[in-house]
């Protein structure tokens, strides 16, 4: 006959297992969740026109390969070769369009750390106190004095999630990356304009370290 | 005369932004916290004798260079070349000792994704579905079939530490990361041992996603 007092303990060991079970379920992503789209920006330049001409040739324009998924932003069929102090490069990195004011390379910490630099991470187009670097084009070369960044953790945001969710432009929020590194990424910048659609967008260092592999989502939790 | 509407107001304003700052100070790490030393594990080599053999030769033994933190282990003076599908390499990878019963590469994702494999994310020692690469050495070359992964987070532990915070060995907990870019890593491993000094280890992919530049420490948050 069956041991009344192992009984209860096995009850008691099943009871807390379903909770348990339970409470992780609920623990997901809430079906009500602030959901974005996350994906990596690998290390790329965006050019001024006085260095597209220095880089490709008088009059050159950048030509298109791609659209990128903000619209107008596109990706270029141009790429160039970083050079940096330590005489260490990285070729095939890619040009993105449109033109800016100021030229800006965007790298990770591990790219920084082989080229032999030491950029700061700052929002697009923040370039003080930024690093320099060697731009390596067929038809020129610019030494780059100021413009090399770490991007910051930022996310695209459509102004509809934005009111939805309750959040302003430049808002500093958490963001949960539930794969099989779960990550939380803290300090993420939120850019709220009209034209945005939801993206969150990650250097190559961030999402490695949370193992994206594509289609992950970002859940802003704080 | 001082509208009493007015002061009301403002000393509500002033209590909120009082409370909010004591907040804020309570949320830094408490003077009790689990913390640990963080470290960044570099792409690196553990080999079994027979790979030694190999490499470097008949009968040929890890030179000691130093001594790693945790009690017995040490970097050696050999460096070989890792050669991956793609016919790409990354040279001067650090051999570490003693040696092992097998061969165990541990790389970062963005090597991985360099070299063209594939490895999952493994504790040490499980090569269970890991990946094959190419071993370049002096002497000879090993095309080896398993034993690639990407290192798992991982918490080396004192018995002290783990008895006094409550932890088991191969327990899995959440460790915050309070640089630049403040970060929580999640399914962190602990490892329980009592020649363990408290130490954390991060590939290249998690301590550069963090901004780690080195005396940092983890505190173990969950």
Known sequence: MADPLVD??????????????????????????KLVPVNVSVRHVHLCQEHVEILYGPGFTLEERNELYQPGQFASKQVLTLVGPRMRCLGEVRVLGPLRKSTQVEVSKTDAI???????????????????????GPVGVVHLQRGVILANR???????????????????????????????????????????????HLDTDDGNACGLRGGEKAEVID
Chains 1, 2 share one sequence.
């Open 8 to 33: 209860s303990a096995l009850i008691d060991q099943i009871t807390r297992r379903v909770v348990a079970r339970l409470r992780e379920e609920q623990a997901g992503p809430p079906a009500n969740g």
């Open 114 to 136: 082989y080229l032999g630099i030491d950029p700061p991470v700052k929002p697009s187009g923040e370039h003080e106190g930024s690093a320099g670097l060697i731009l390596v």
């Open 154 to 200: 930022h996310i695209h945001l459509s102004a509809q999630s934005a009111q939805k969710w309750g959040i302003a432009d430049n808002q500093i929020v958490k963001v949960r990356i539930a794969t099989h590194k779960k990550t939380v990424f803290e300090d993420a910048q939120c850019r709220v304009h009209p034209s945005f659609l939801d993206e969150m």
